[in-house]
Nanobody, 119 residues
């Protein structure tokens, strides 16, 4: 099966930058799209940025998504951090997996990584 793990969260000062990583592991799979979401404390999960599997870099405001093919890792860089960026950040990966010659779609979420921005 395919697994997704986020990393890179932590405690940071406002105005700084942070890079989160999302690593997919498994056998015989390809990635169609990766999205980053976040869930602020007490609020609903919201979309932050995303990129198709064929992309290299995608910029949405202060958020840059980039891909490291060799490591099946998708990164999210957040610039000019604000206290309102605080929350749990999740990676969602969608793609295809080959199981004994049959192609199956998958849609997997990571467990999340916590980001806390201090004013």
């Amino acid at each position: 099966q395919v697994q997704v793990v986020e990393s890179g969260g932590g405690l940071v000062q406002a105005g700084g930058s942070l890079r989160l990583s999302c690593t997919a592991s498994g056998t015989s799979f390809s990635i169609d799209h990766t999205d980053w979401y976040r869930q602020p404390p007490g609020k609903q999960r919201e979309w932050v940025a995303g990129m198709p599997g064929t992309g290299v870099t995608s910029v949405t405001g202060r958020f840059t998504v980039s891909r490291d093919n060799a490591k099946s890792t998708m990164n999210l860089k957040i610039d000019s951090l604000k206290p309102e960026d605080t929350g749990t950040y999740y990676c969602n990966v969608r793609g295809l997996r080959n199981i004994r010659g049959t192609i199956y779609p998958f849609d997997i979420w990571g467990q999340g990584t916590q980001v806390t921005v201090l004013a």
